[in-house]
T-cell receptor, first 113, second 110 residues
Framework: DTGVSQDPRHKITKRGQNVTFRCDPI?????LYWYRQTLGQGPEFLTY????????KSRLLSDRFSAERPKGSFSTLEIQRTEQGDSAMYLC???????????FGPGTRLTVL | GENVEQHPSTLSVQEGDSAVIKCTYS??????FPWYKQELGKRPQLIID?????GEKKDQRIAVTLNKTAKHFSLHITETQPEDSAVYFC?????????FGTGTQLKVEL
């Protein structure tokens, strides 16, 4: 499968714990995006990378959230001191250029108890 | 920031009928208008897109129209089939992030 992959697919954690998600984009894609989707809503933009540079962050991305893409390939999204309001589907997408189609991964569903 | 409004929120049609979903947006800088389909528990998948220099685009049973002056765009599905049942999102893009509408739950009944 050469599509976008995400790991884990599901994560259950207790409030206050830290969690980290991984995204592997389509291999030749230089842009990588993170979105969050809550039940009944459309995905909301969190941040994006061009190669290893993080170029934009949404106001939704509080200080507890950090994303990295150290070698311009896979990316990680870490949430520190999780809160119940962080429960959502975290989607990753990738594209080849700024005007190209964004292809989404299957998402990581986070449940904070 | 961009605001994308989508309606209806739910749409039920008989198999073989047409379905129309309409969207409006606020940011005149938006120049890319994809539509994504999301089945329950699955990833959003692009079904068709249109760019600002084009007014209409068709791909088999799916067509999109764009009115940049009025900031309206719409999705038309003809000859609907049960497998068309899903949530459809209209989306705007300006080169970086995508802004999604609130979604339309389409149900195609036999």
């Amino acid at each position: 499968d050469t599509g976008v992959s995400q790991d884990p697919r599901h994560k259950i954690t207790k409030r206050g714990q830290n969690v980290t998600f991984r995204c592997d984009p389509i291999s030749e894609h230089n842009r990588l995006y993170w979105y969050r989707q809550t039940l009944g809503q459309g995905p909301e933009f969190l941040t994006y990378f061009q190669n290893e540079a993080q170029l934009e962050k949404s106001r939704l991305l509080s200080d507890r959230f950090s994303a990295e893409r150290p070698k311009g390939s896979f990316s990680t999204l870490e949430i520190q001191r999780t809160e119940q309001g962080d429960s959502a589907m975290y989607l990753c997408a990738s594209s080849l250029t700024r005007t190209d189609t964004q292809y989404f991964g299957p998402g990581t569903r986070l449940t904070v108890l | 920031g961009e605001n994308v409004e989508q309606h209806p929120s739910t749409l039920s049609v008989q198999e073989g009928d047409s379905a129309v979903i309409k969207c409006t947006y606020s940011d005149s800088a938006s120049n890319y208008f994809p539509w994504y389909k999301q089945e329950l528990g699955k990833r959003p998948q692009l079904i068709i897109d249109i760019r600002s220099n084009v007014g209409e685009k068709k791909d088999q049973r799916i067509a999109v129209t764009l009115n940049k002056t009025a900031k309206h765009f719409s999705l038309h599905i003809t000859e609907t089939q049960p497998e068309d049942s899903a949530v459809y999102f209209c989306v705007t893009g300006g080169g970086n992030k995508l802004t999604f509408g609130t979604g339309t739950q389409l149900k195609v009944e036999l």
